[in-house]
């Protein structure tokens, strides 16, 4: 699975780098650098197995009093 | 900010009007959220009406704030409002809640496919192709993604309504009286979850630009915001006349399990695969919808002179969001009608009402 993940980070950063370093876009490249270094933050514990905390987990502890509200008796 | 353009695209009036009404009811329409059948039961009609009043209101304050700023985007006029850094962030944030919404509408759809039809075929099947879908829509510009949807919603919106009539025979009157004995409190309850998805109608503050004429625009959102309000009053009330209330609050997709009950002079039967062509073509233009928007919101913060290289990073992390969002389907729908509702409201009510006070206190102006 690890292996399948490198293929598709290695063909997204084949398919878009070469363009933006031809145009000189620093920027872009540099956003786009952050932004798969994120997806591979999330993605990479993924496929290994590990038990990463869930985003929902953070919203649903801070909305709880409110939510609780509408839990139906 | 950026004289540059981002997105060439312009839609007109009437793709618009459609993909506001897609931006909507794509998700209403696969669950009709069990706890506002189970909060206010027989008369859950009368909550998405009250919601609809509220979105209303919401999109008035959305509206009325993205006009003070012509030809900018939410992302933009952000930082001329609240300042550099500080508007940057709550940007920051918006891109967040785009991208979350892209993720939620990604895993309920693939989350119903796995639940209804294939329970065999692993979710991460229809999770990563419905996200390359919305990616590969959301790469060709706001533009074709409105032309998709001028395609799919008058035929979404006519299987709706034929799925109604056929089901007709089914239906039983009883079932929705007695009307109007709901009390207050629960009607209340009943309308919050409505009224945040209906509160979606905030993504209008990064579409507007994009319109050809901006004149008609309250006209032409409270056209929108009333034509979501017949298709899933259709829904509902169809639902509720053939189930009881207690019934539709217990399935996980009443629009689905009253189609399973159309029986015809026994030929007309099995019409399940016509919801799934609803939710499939407009939860992909509503995915991509919003897909675009963080994509956009992105690019504008940052500067950047084309949104396009930053689509398939998003779309990874929208995958992994996606899969790690939630555990189960059961998860997701109490997440969506608990939790969610306050949490959307906050970005589609409070913030943007508080900017518009902001705005009218200090005046728009670039300092």
């Not at chain 2, 009007?17 to 897609?22: D, H, S």
């Not at chain 2, 056209?223 to 509902?236: D, G, R």
């Not at chain 2, 929208?318 to 509702?341: C, E, K, R, W």
């Given at each position: ?12 950063i ?38 990463f905390?869930?985003p ?11 939510a609780?509200?509408?839990i139906?008796? | 900010?950026?004289d ?15 993909l506001l ?7 209403l329409i696969?669950?009709i ?7 206010a039961?027989?008369?859950?009609w ?94 060709c ?18 299987l709706?309504?034929t ?9 039983k ?8 004995d ?22 209008l ?7 050809a ?15 979501v ?6 829904a ?30 026994n ?66 729908l ?25 705005v ?8």
């Amino acid at each position: 699975m690890i292996f399948l993940l490198s293929l598709v980070f290695l063909g997204i950063i084949c398919l878009e780098v070469p363009p933006l370093v031809k145009n000189k876009k620093w920027r872009e490249l540099i956003a786009f650098a952050v932004f798969l270094w994120l997806g591979m933050v999330l993605a990479v514990p993924l496929v290994l197995g590990f038990d990463f905390p869930s985003p929902t987990k953070a919203i649903e502890t801070i909305f709880k009093p409110l939510a609780n509200w509408l839990i139906p008796s | 900010m950026t004289d540059k353009i981002l997105e060439g695209g312009k839609i007109d009036a009437r793709q618009t009007l459609y993909l506001l009404v897609t931006m909507i009811y794509a998700t209403l329409i696969l669950f009709i959220p069990q706890n506002t059948v189970a909060h206010a039961k027989q008369d859950a009609w009368l909550s998405f009406l009250v919601a609809f009043t509220g979105g209303v209101i919401i999109s008035l304050v959305v509206i009325n704030l993205s006009l003070r700023f012509p030809g900018q985007t939410l992302f933009e006029y952000l930082p001329l409002i609240l300042g550099r850094f500080p508007g940057k962030i709550i940007g920051f944030f918006y891109v967040w809640l785009f991208i979350h919404f892209c993720a939620l509408v990604d895993r309920e759809y693939c989350s119903h496919i796995v639940a209804v039809f294939m329970p065999e075929t692993p979710g991460e099947v229809f999770l990563i192709h419905g996200t390359i879908m919305a990616a590969y829509i959301a790469y060709c510009g706001l533009e074709v993604l409105a032309r998709l949807n001028q395609l799919f919603l008058p035929l979404n919106a006519g299987l709706l309504t034929t799925l109604f009539v056929l089901v007709t025979p089914e239906m039983k009157v009883i079932n929705i009286l007695p009307v109007f004995d709901t009390s207050l409190l629960s009607l209340a309850k009943s309308t919050i979850t409505p009224l945040s998805w209906f509160g979606e109608i905030v993504a209008l503050a990064v579409i507007i630009p994009y319109l050809a004429e901006q004149k008609n625009i309250y006209h032409l959102t409270i056209k929108a915001l009333f034509f979501v309000l017949i298709l899933i009053e259709l829904a509902t009330i169809g639902v509720l006349l053939v189930f009881s209330p207690t019934l539709t609050s217990s399935y996980f997709f009443p629009v689905l399990s009253g189609t399973k009950m159309i029986n015809i002079a026994n030929f007309v039967e099995r019409l399940e695969i016509i919801p799934i062509v609803i939710w499939v073509t407009s939860g992909t233009v509503k995915a991509a919808l919003f897909f675009w928007a963080a994509a956009l919101g992105s690019a504008q913060l940052l500067g950047l002179k084309d949104y396009r290289p930053l689509l398939l990073p998003l779309a990874v992390i929208v995958t992994a969001l996606g899969y790690l969002l939630h555990p189960s389907i059961i998860d997701l729908l109490n997440f969506l009608t608990q939790a969610f509702p306050f949490y959307a409201l906050t970005f589609e009510f409070i913030i943007p009402f508080l900017l518009l006070i902001i705005v009218l206190i200090k005046g728009p102006g670039k300092k």
